[in-house]
């Protein structure tokens, strides 16, 4: 891209521009500051990759997208953990009455048990491993990888976000210094005025009155009001930016690039960046990922609805010491024994329309995820072109603008000349310094709106930045 020097057309910055420049300064401080930099206190230079690079690093934003990725990945390894075997125990201890084995005398029944209270400890156990679920845990299992993968895709959109926010600030901070010497250039050009009629004031010339010093003092006080306007600009954009990529407040830095570039290269047919858009920004490849996932959830509500089929290790083991251990194949001592045994079953759930609701549920978030979609095809491609034509507008408005502050400025020498030599009016020489800082304003408001529709057209198309 090539770069228009922006130092040598100075004049009036538009107003415009300086609400432009606050207002998106103001709509990016966030809260706090975080530094492990190794150079504070030195003034840095940045350029503006690494100003993204150090926003993304230490966006709370980006950690919290992490974390629903750490997230994600919990429920996928919760999906695979269902295919190994489950063990279920349970354990119990509490007193029971001491006893030993009847004893049988002729046609009596004798109970030995010298009384009193004891204690007793059980353990059961149900080892299961899943054989056949219907779909159940493999359907489970696809939906949380998808998860995974959606969540990923988020974590681009932020980082495409993050990058835009960066890009606004470092355009308004840029311009709204151009403004300040802008403004200053426009001033030099009024004191300069003022010192021509000054002199002829003194020398009694009829080309000037006194009144023109005062329409002077008029037309400046413009121009000092529109260097305070960016005077704010610069310092509310660059506190801005500076929170924005983690900056403490005793570390200062300076964008490396002193003019914002205007390229003469042709942008590519509008389709082709609809087409970008629609495959490569993360936002559509979240949803495909998220469509598969529900469809999957889907599935997996179905299967519930179907039996499960296990095999089981399961086993019970009971002692009661004060307790004589009583062996008979029809009657079981519940304190004192040992079982363990592999046993095959089935599980099925029957309920009267609480899965069929979940199936409905699933398949709602579905067709959500679908219209989600649809609205998107809708309105991205709306989103791209209208920064496509807004770039077109610019880029002509910049030439105009550029070529008006040139022929302006040619205007103002040209003026000045005359009017040294007797031939040219005060009110000639005020009105092209006027007429100067307006197209020098315009110039600068249309160059940054340029590069604000160019950075938001990398967006909108899903192109990649950092």
């Known amino acids: 891209m090539e770069a228009c020097t922006l130092g040598s057309r100075s004049g009036k910055v538009g107003a415009m521009i300086l609400g432009l420049v606050i207002g998106f300064s103001l709509v990016f401080i966030p809260q706090g500051f975080a530094w492990g930099e190794e150079q504070q206190g ?6 503006l990759k690494h100003l993204i690079e150090m926003a993304i690093s230490r966006s709370p934003e980006i950690g919290e997208a992490k974390s629903e990725i750490a997230g994600a990945w919990s429920d996928l390894d919760q999906a695979k953990a269902a295919y190994y075997p489950q063990m279920e125990s349970t354990a119990l201890i509490g007193p029971v009455d001491n006893a030993k084995r009847p004893a049988v005398r002729g046609t009596r029944i004798i109970d030995p048990s010298a009384g009193g209270i004891g204690v007793f400890g059980r353990l059961d156990f149900a080892v299961a491993q899943p054989l056949y679920t219907f779909g159940k845990l493999s359907n489970r299992e696809e939906a949380a990888g998808r998860g ?40 030099s050009f009024f004191g300069d005025a003022r010192q021509r009629m000054a002199r002829l004031l003194q020398l009694g010339s009829s080309n000037v009155a006194e009144s023109d010093l005062y329409r002077i003092d008029a037309y400046r006080a413009e121009s000092a009001r529109s260097r305070a306007e960016a005077e704010k600009g610069v310092k509310v954009s660059y506190f801005a930016l500076k929170s924005l990529i983690g900056l403490p407040a005793g570390q200062e830095f300076d964008p490396a690039e002193k003019v914002l570039p205007v390229s003469n290269e042709a942008l590519a047919e509008l389709e082709s960046y609809v087409q970008k858009a629609l495959s490569e920004r993360p936002e559509f490849k979240q949803l495909d990922e998220a469509l598969v996932a529900q469809e999957f959830q889907v599935r997996a509500a179905r299967s519930d609805r179907y039996p499960s089929f296990f095999v089981s290790l399961e086993g019970s083991l ?64 709306i989103q791209v072109a209208k920064s496509y034509q807004e770039i077109k507008e610019w880029k002509t408005a910049v030439d105009a603008y550029n070529q008006a502050a040139i022929a302006s400025r040619k205007w103002v020498m040209t003026a000045l000349t005359n009017f040294d030599m007797g031939v040219g009016t005060a009110d000639d020489m005020l009105r092209a310094i006027e007429k100067y800082g307006q197209n020098q304003g315009k110039y600068l408001e249309a160059v940054f709106n340029y590069n604000l529709s160019l950075a938001e057209l990398e967006y909108a198309s899903g192109t990649r930045t950092y």
């Open 148 to 187: 995974v993968r959606a969540m990923a895709f988020k974590l681009e959109e932020k980082k495409n976000e993050i990058a835009l926010r960066v890009k606004q600030l470092y355009c308004a901070l840029i311009v709204a210094r151009a403004g300040i010497e802008a403004a200053n250039d426009a001033d």
């Open 318 to 381: 009971a002692g009661a010491p004060g307790r004589e251990t009583f062996r008979n194949s029809y009657i079981p001592d519940e304190f004192n024994h040992a079982n363990i045994g592999v046993v095959a079953g089935i599980k099925w759930n029957f309920d009267f329309g609480i899965s069929r609701a979940k199936v409905e549920k699933e398949r709602a978030g579905y067709e959500r995820l679908l219209h989600t979609k649809a609205t998107g095809k809708l309105n991205i491609p």
């Open 42 to 47: 030195k003034r840095l230079v940045l350029t």
